[in-house]
């Protein structure tokens, strides 16, 4: 099998792209890989598909947003917050389908703000909701029995720097987020939200 994991630098594509290393040939893509991907830009996604070719699943592990209290922010933040984190992976996953196998799956990236918020994070939530919906409606809409999930996790045990900001939370592991990517591609399961607390 081959998988595409966007974002395989990073904290949580790192873990997902040696989880499902075990499982197949994984092709990790970045703004700073050798294959790139800028996923705030439909040409670039374009172009890096053309470059994978034929693959059985992609794991999104991208998005980022600011955080500022909602009297601070403005309209283009908000709308840079979307086109990262949301159109991007819609945009994986609209431009995506004709490289995917038939049964083959997306995993889409979100998080807790999406249903537990803390201060200052309404761009995060904004983009996290959207996704979530787009899961379940994408789910019966995707041909070829093309599946698509969702992981949702609370903050990382691993991302210390965030810690101050999520008190009281429960915190998971890298190698737990990383097996909800694999539950979902291996598994036959579709229109899931893993939710991770
Ligand atoms: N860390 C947590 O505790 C946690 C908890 C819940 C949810 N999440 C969510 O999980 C996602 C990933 O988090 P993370 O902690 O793994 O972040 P991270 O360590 O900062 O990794 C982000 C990854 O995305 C890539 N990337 C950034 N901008 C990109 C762009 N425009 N186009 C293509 N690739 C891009 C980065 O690589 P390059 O810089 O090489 O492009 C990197 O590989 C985020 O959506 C975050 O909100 C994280």
Redesign the pocket.
């Known amino acids: 099998m081959k998988f595409l994991v966007?974002?395989?630098?990073?904290?949580?594509?790192s873990y997902v792209a040696k989880a499902l290393s075990k499982h197949g040939q994984v092709i990790g893509v970045?703004?700073?890989?050798q294959i790139k991907?800028?996923?705030?830009n439909a040409a670039s996604i374009a172009a890096m598909y053309e470059q994978v070719g034929k693959i059985d699943a992609v794991a999104s592990?991208?998005?980022?947003v600011i955080y500022k209290p909602i009297t601070e922010l403005t309209y283009d933040e908000y709308l840079l917050g979307l086109t990262?984190?949301a159109m991007?992976q819609v945009e994986l996953v609209r431009a995506g389908i004709n490289y995917l196998s038939d049964g083959g799956c997306f995993t889409l990236?979100?998080?807790?703000l999406a249903r537990d918020p803390i201060a200052s994070a309404t761009i995060?939530a904004l983009a996290n909701g959207a996704i979530e919906s787009f899961t379940l409606a994408a789910a019966i809409d995707l041909p070829r029995g093309i599946r698509i999930n969702t992981v949702s996790?609370?903050?990382?045990v691993e991302?210390t720097s965030?810690h101050p900001s999520f008190p009281g939370y429960h915190q998971v592991k890298a190698v737990d987020v990383a097996d909800a990517y694999v539950k979902s591609i291996m598994g036959k399961q579709s229109g899931q939200i893993y939710k991770l607390d």
Do not use: E, F, H
Not at 6 to 13: A, D, E, K, N, R
Not at 30 to 33: A, E, K, L, N
Not at 109 to 112: L, P, S, V
């Open positions: 966007v974002g395989s630098t990073g904290l949580i594509g970045s703004r700073t890989t991907v800028d996923v705030k592990c991208i998005g980022k990262d984190k991007g990236m979100t998080g807790i995060a996790p609370s903050v990382l991302a965030y």
